[in-house]
C-alpha cells in the first residue's frame, strides 16, 4: 500500500512546523523508525523518523514551507502497495519527557525523543546566563520539593565531536546519539555492527564496558556569547555580504516583533550591594564544590530572590487574556542560555521549591543539556517569567524584551566594586544593578518598583551563614 506521512503532532502549544531539511529523496528506500525529515518549531528542531517501511515515493512540502501539525508531507510506498491503491495515512506519535519510557530504546521510534536542538524564542541580546562551569554529562533535573546534588564530574568531549558520525558511515539513530552524547563519546572510534556499518545501541553499550570511552577533560567555556557562522553572497563591488535568513532566526524575529508590538514594555532598574553575597559564595563555593562537584556561581542565589519576590507579587507571575489576567500558580523560570544559533530559554520548573544549592544543580543541567543539544519539549515549555544575566558579558545595564506572553523578564548585570556612601562615609562595596522589563497593560510602577526592591532586598540579607540547603 501506499502511505501519507503527517507532520507529527508534538505538545498541545506547537500548532505548525517548517520543513528545515529532507534526509531522503524520491526513489530512496527508507527504514521504519529511519530519520526521514527535520522539522522546525517554534519550540524545538527535531528528526521525524518513518513510521513505515517502503520507498520514498513523493514529497509533499518543501524545505522551507511552513505547514500545521497533521499535514501531509510525504508519501512512501510499502512492498505490498498495488498500484493505483489510495493511500492511507501515518503519522509517528512523539512523546514529551514526562510520557517517555525511563530507558531509552534502540528503536527511535517508539518515544522520548532526543530533540537536536532548541528554537531560541526568549528575549533578545544573546548574553550567556552566567552557570557553573560544567564538568560533565548533565543528570536528570533534581527532584521537586527537595534539594537536589549535582551531578558528579565526568570528562566530556565537545558536542560536536560527540554526535557527529564519521565521515562516510550511516546516520545514528537518535537513540544512539542521546547515548553516545550521555557517555561523551565520540562515536567515530566505535566499529559498527549494524546494516552497511551502522552503530547501534549495542555498539555504544559494548564501548564503554570496554573502557574505551574516556575521554580528555576540556576546559570549561568562557562566559562568552558563541560566535554564528554567517555565510551568504557578497556583492560585486566587495561592500555588502548577504546572508539568507534561516527559518530559526526567522522564528526569532517573529516573536520578537509579537513581543514588542503586542505588550507594551516598561522599563525599571535598581541598584544592589551584593557585598554579603559575594562573602557567603567565597565562604562556602569551595567546600560546595569539592562537595557536590560543580562550581557555585551568584545565579541560584539570583534564582531563589527572584522566585521568593515572585510569590509574594503573583501579578509579576502572570500573562494578558485581553478580558481577563491569568495568574500562573506555578512559578517555572525560564533562564536564558546562549548558544550559536541563538538564544534558548529553558525552563526550571518549580522553581521556588527548591533550595539554593537545588536550584544551582537544576540551572547547571539545563544549560549545560542546552549548549549540547539534548533537551526535551518539555524542558523548554510552561516557563513564567524569565531571567537573563547579561552581566556575564560584562553588561552594566539592559533593557530586555519580553518573552511572549509573560509578565516580564529580570537582567542581572556585571558585579563591580564602586565607592558608595554609607553613614555618610564612602565604602567600597560590590554592587550589581537589576533592570526589569514588564508588561504595563498587567502590572503598574508601584508592583514593578516592589517586585524588584522585593529582590534586591532578599540579595541584599544573605550574608555568610545563610543556608543554601
Not at 498495488?82 to 527511535?108: C, D, F, L, R
Not at 555504544?204 to 576546559?219: D, H, N, R, W
Not at 560566535?227 to 522564528?251: F, K, M, W, Y
Not at 557567603?280 to 569539592?290: D, G
Amino acid at each position: 500500500m501506499s502511505v501519507t506521512i503527517e507532520l507529527p503532532h508534538v505538545g498541545e502549544s506547537v500548532v505548525e512546523g517548517t520543513i528545515g531539511k529532507w534526509l531522503k529523496k524520491p526513489g530512496d528506500k527508507v527504514k521504519r523508525y529511519e530519520p526521514l525529515v527535520e522539522i522546525i518549531t517554534d519550540k524545538v528542531t527535531m528528526e521525524v523518523p518513518s513510521p513505515v517501511e517502503g520507498s520514498l515515493v513523493k514529497l509533499l512540502a518543501e524545505e522551507g514551507e511552513t505547514l500545521p501539525m497533521g499535514a501531509p508531507i510525504a508519501e512512501v510506498a510499502t512492498a505490498d502497495s498495488p498500484e493505483g491503491a489510495e493511500p492511507e495515512t501515518a503519522s509517528v506519535e512523539i512523546e514529551t519527557a514526562e510520557s517517555a519510557p525511563a530507558a531509552a530504546p534502540e528503536s527511535p521510534g517508539t518515544a522520548g525523543y532526543l530533540l537536536r536542538d532548541v528554537t531560541p524564542v526568549g528575549p533578545t541580546g544573546g548574553a550567556a546566563v552566567e552557570l557553573a562551569e560544567p564538568t560533565g554529562a548533565p543528570a536528570k533535573p533534581p527532584a521537586r520539593r527537595a534539594p537536589a546534588a549535582a551531578p558528579a564530574p565526568v570528562a566530556t568531549t565537545p558536542a560536536a565531536a560527540v554526535a557527529q558520525p564519521p565521515s562516510g558511515q550511516t546516520r545514528l539513530s537518535p537513540a544512539v546519539r542521546r547515548l553516545a552524547q550521555e557517555h561523551s563519546i565520540d562515536v567515530s572510534r566505535i566499529p559498527g555492527t549494524g546494516l552497511g556499518g551502522r552503530i547501534t545501541r549495542d555498539d555504544v553499550l559494548k564501548f564503554i564496558e570496554s573502557g574505551a570511552a574516556q575521554a580528555p577533560a576540556v576546559s570549561s567555556p568562557a562566559a562568552t556569547a558563541p560566535t554564528r557562522q554567517l555565510a551568504g553572497d557578497t556583492t560585486a563591488n566587495g561592500d555588502e555580504t548577504h546572508v539568507p535568513v534561516s527559518p530559526i532566526r526567522r522564528i526569532i524575529a517573529d516573536a520578537m516583533v509579537r513581543s514588542v508590538t503586542e505588550i507594551p514594555h516598561a522599563w525599571t532598574t535598581v541598584e544592589v550591594d551584593v557585598t554579603g553575597l559575594v562573602a557567603l559564595r567565597a565562604s562556602i563555593r569551595t567546600e560546595y564544590e569539592q562537595n557536590q562537584g560543580g562550581s557555585l556561581t551568584y545565579l541560584p542565589f539570583v534564582i531563589k530572590a527572584v522566585v521568593e519576590a515572585l510569590r509574594e507579587f503573583p501579578t509579576m507571575n502572570a500573562t494578558w487574556g485581553g478580558d481577563k489576567i491569568t495568574l500562573k500558580n506555578r512559578i517555572n523560570l525560564g533562564l536564558a542560555v546562549a548558544a550559536p544559533d541563538g538564544l534558548i530559554v529553558p525552563v526550571l520548573h518549580n522553581a521556588d521549591q527548591f533550595s539554593i544549592a537545588g536550584l544551582a544543580a537544576g540551572a547547571i543541567n539545563l544549560a549545560e543539556r542546552a549548549r549540547t543539544k539534548k533537551l526535551t519539549l518539555d524542558d523548554v515549555q510552561g516557563g513564567t517569567f524569565t531571567l537573563n544575566n547579561t552581566g556575564a558579558l560584562g553588561s552594566y545595564v539592559s533593557g530586555p524584551i519580553i518573552n511572549y506572553p509573560q509578565a516580564g523578564i529580570l537582567t542581572t548585570e556585571t558585579i563591580q566594586k564602586r565607592a558608595v556612601v554609607i553613614d555618610d562615609a564612602i565604602a567600597i562595596r560590590s554592587m550589581m544593578n537589576l533592570c526589569l522589563s514588564f508588561d504595563h497593560r498587567i502590572n503598574d510602577g508601584a508592583e514593578a518598583s516592589g517586585f524588584i526592591s522585593a529582590v534586591k532586598n532578599k540579595l541584599q540579607k544573605m550574608a555568610p551563614g545563610t543556608s543554601i540547603y
